[in-house]
């Protein structure tokens, strides 16, 4: 059983178009990370989100934390190419490990 | 800038051929982490270190090993590559006082021949 569930796997979008990836548990998280992954490089941070409720901005990139802190969603307004990538969501269970466990990641395709 | 150093990004070896992955970091991080990746997969945590403290996963085979000899490197040992341990290796680190953000390198690509 995953702890943190990701979807959709797989998005094959148009340029221009929105999408909202998700990210779901039945655990309360006390910080919650996405991070993005271009092809033959490592994740990199995009945002970490802390307080229930939270809504955090990255230019057409926007982040949200529910409000009992057990899920994510990030959307992101008028895909572009270069948003192409694997998003990956993170986070540490409140209480628990150190240790963030992912999710099993969304692979985006934006075509031009 | 501070940062994740892997080296070398690409590895090619045989099957049986003893190799190490290299990873060095200038953000004076406590925790450095290995992780296996697999094509559009998650990464797969191997083990961490918590300062000098190894921590295993469960279910990460014997054949991987790892070695912290200072704050700033760590390195991945596999004694006996397998034609399935051809996957993206991923080292990370992080502050545990950060909401357990992690840093990543950029990974070194394993083939085995």
């Known amino acids: 059983t995953q702890l943190l569930e990701q979807s959709p796997q797989f998005l094959s979008i148009q340029e221009g178009e929105n999408l909202t990836v998700y990210c779901n548990s039945s655990?309360?998280?006390?910080?919650l990370q996405w991070y993005r992954q271009e092809p033959g490089e490592g994740p990199v941070l995009l945002v970490t989100?802390?307080?229930?409720?939270e809504v955090k901005k990255l230019k057409r990139l926007t982040f949200q934390f529910g409000d009992a802190r057990k899920d994510s969603s990030l959307h992101i307004t008028a895909a572009q190419p270069g948003d192409t990538g694997l998003y990956l969501c993170?986070?540490?269970?409140?209480?628990?490990?150190?240790?963030?466990?992912f999710g099993r990641g969304t692979s985006l395709i934006v075509h031009p | 800038d501070a940062m994740v150093i892997q080296n070398p990004r690409y590895q090619v070896t045989q099957f049986g051929k003893p190799v190490t992955l290299s990873c060095s970091q200038t953000?004076?991080?406590?925790?450095m982490y290995w992780y296996q990746q697999k094509s559009s997969q998650a990464p797969k945590l191997l083990f961490h270190?918590?300062?000098?403290?190894?921590?295993n996963e469960a279910d990460t085979p014997d054949n991987f090993q790892s070695r912290r000899p200072n704050t700033s490197f760590c390195f991945l040992d596999i004694r006996s590559p397998g034609l399935g341990d051809a996957a993206m290796y991923l080292c990370?680190?992080?502050?545990?006082?950060?909401?357990?953000?992690?840093?990543f390198g950029p990974g070194t690509r394993l083939t085995v021949l």
């Open positions: 990370a680190t992080s502050q545990d006082s950060s909401y357990n953000e992690q840093f």
């Open positions: 655990s309360v998280f006390s910080s």
């Open positions: 989100v802390v307080t229930g409720g």
């Open positions: 993170a986070g540490a269970v409140s209480g628990g490990s150190y240790i963030p466990t």
């Open positions: 953000l004076n991080h406590n925790v």
């Open positions: 270190y918590y300062d000098k403290d190894f921590n």
